[in-house]
């Protein structure tokens, strides 16, 4: 099982980013992909999840209607657009892979509970 994150970078206050997830080894069907991000200091935290079979998506509260998860056409990547960044959006952003779980709030699921995980990439969001 492999997850590749690319796609970080340096951008201003107000600008966008879109970050690739390229997953491989895994039954489709069974996973789904989030998107944590860990800033100094911070916990890691849940941003946006994606189940690979059906494409429902859940966001956390701090990034609705800036970041949108998509999937590519083959299931493959895994893309988190995000626009309007801030300051506080400045983190490494890790993709992970977990089994889909019928649960009312997968984002809560805990960092430690997820399968696989791909390298971070850095976001630095600067004024």
């Known amino acids: 099982v492999q997850l590749q994150a690319s796609g970080g970078g340096l951008v201003q206050a107000g600008g966008s980013l879109r970050l690739s997830c390229a997953a491989s080894?895994?039954?489709?069907?069974?996973?789904?992909i989030a998107w944590f991000r860990q800033a100094p200091g911070k916990e890691r935290e849940g941003v946006s999840r994606?189940?690979?079979?059906?494409?429902?998506?859940h966001y956390a509260v701090s990034v609705k209607g800036r970041f949108t998860i998509s999937l590519d056409d083959a299931k493959t990547t895994v893309y988190l657009q995000m626009h309007s960044l801030t300051l506080d959006d400045t983190a490494v952003y890790y993709c992970?892979?977990?089994?889909?779980?019928?649960?009312?709030?997968?984002?809560?699921?805990?960092?430690?509970?997820?399968?696989?995980w791909g390298q971070g990439t850095q976001v630095t969001v600067s004024s």
């Open positions: 080894g895994f039954s489709v069907d069974d996973y789904a």
């Open positions: 994606i189940n690979l079979k059906d494409g429902n998506s």
């Open positions: 992970a892979a977990d089994k889909v779980r019928a649960i009312l709030q997968p984002l809560a699921v805990a960092p430690s509970d997820y399968d696989y």
